[in-house]
């Protein structure tokens, strides 16, 4: 369909400008997609009766998509599911609900899908009520993820229908739930059709791949605002001839900044934290403490790399502390060994010289004594 006005692309995956303000709360790319043959429920029963056959798991539960499936649905059993295209259709017996849930890897905006949709809901007899540009797109979450909702209300020779999309990505997939209600649709039927809905299960280990996903997605968003932020302090040095070290406030910048990004707008990050109000030339902005926490799990300090978060500074004292308390634990090893050693051994020195004197002396006077007495009287004789 060749290049969409909705949904421009941008290195900095972040809002885009030509996207109008009402929109722009919804083109991340995992969120804008294409919709083909989404009305393909309001076909005639003889459509239905030609399709593929039915593949559920057991009874009426199916796995989404058929290949590396990470969605369960689980549909009432009298309601007919038939296996479609890229999904599972079905409808209650009166037909006056038609449920539709269907992945695709496609990627498209917004409006355009609205437009397509509105195309197809023409071809099958259903007349769209009022501006189909009114149905604004409603962000909200759904089995735990970001999803958008786009609500029409129409009518066919039957009455007056409540058509509703939901939009929302699961890792690399896209999924798109098509419901079609009829206003005298019965109490018992419509609590049918919550209990399917509320039945959606992500399959084991897919929800907390997708939330990796998307925390690392803020993480590169965050790195990206860093990175325009000193690109935006150096051409403000240079066209005012600044010296480094001066002071430059947020407001200063956004003439460098992009119009209609969040960075420019707000002046938050991803998770709503705001940068700071002012900067130094030479000082590389930091990372905010708080956002740096969110996405710890799928971070370190090197992918923050040449930049720092915010109280960076204090960790390497407290990191350099315990080394600094290794030598002085040495010390006191050092010193014990020699006074262990001096009192042993000038008890063992003197031990030796004290028996060595006390043998040597008796020894000696005793010769001493025996010779003098001998030589006396033989010479008087």
Known sequence: MGSNPCYPSTPDGDARPNIPAEHAQFTRPDLVIRYEGAMKRFAVLALLAVSVSVSPVRGSEFLLPEKSPVLAVELPADWEPQEIERGV???????SI???????????GIKTLVAETVTALEDDGIKIIGDPDAAKPTPRTFLGVDAID??????????????????????????IITQAVAKDAKKKELALLKTALDGMTLLSGVAEADKKTKLKDAAEQIKNDLRFIDAALDQ?????????????????????????????????????????????????????ATSAAAVGSVTDEAFWKPFKVEGHKKKPTAEATPPAKAPEAKT?????????????????????????TAAKAPDAKKPAAAATPTPTPDAKK
Request: without cysteine; neutral net charge.
């Open 98 to 108: 038609h449920l539709s849930i269907e992945s695709t890897r496609t990627k498209e």
């Open 332 to 356: 006191p090893d050092a010193k014990k060994p020699p006074a262990d050693a001096t009192p042993a051994k000038a008890p063992d020195a003197k031990a030796p010289a004290a028996d060595a």
């Open 236 to 288: 403000r040095m240079i066209e005012f001839n600044l010296k480094e070290g001066a002071t430059i406030t947020f407001d200063e910048l956004k003439m460098y900044l992009k119009d209609g990004t969040r960075l420019k707008t707000t002046g938050k990050d991803p998770f709503g934290n705001s940068y700071p109000e002012s900067f130094k030339h030479g000082d590389l902005p930091l990372v905010p």
């Open 89 to 95: 259709d079905a409808r209650n017996k009166d037909a």
């Open 150 to 175: 786009v609500v029409f209300q129409a009518k066919d020779d039957a009455g007056p229908i409540t058509v509703t999309l939901t939009m929302f990505p699961i890792k690399d997939v896209n999924f």
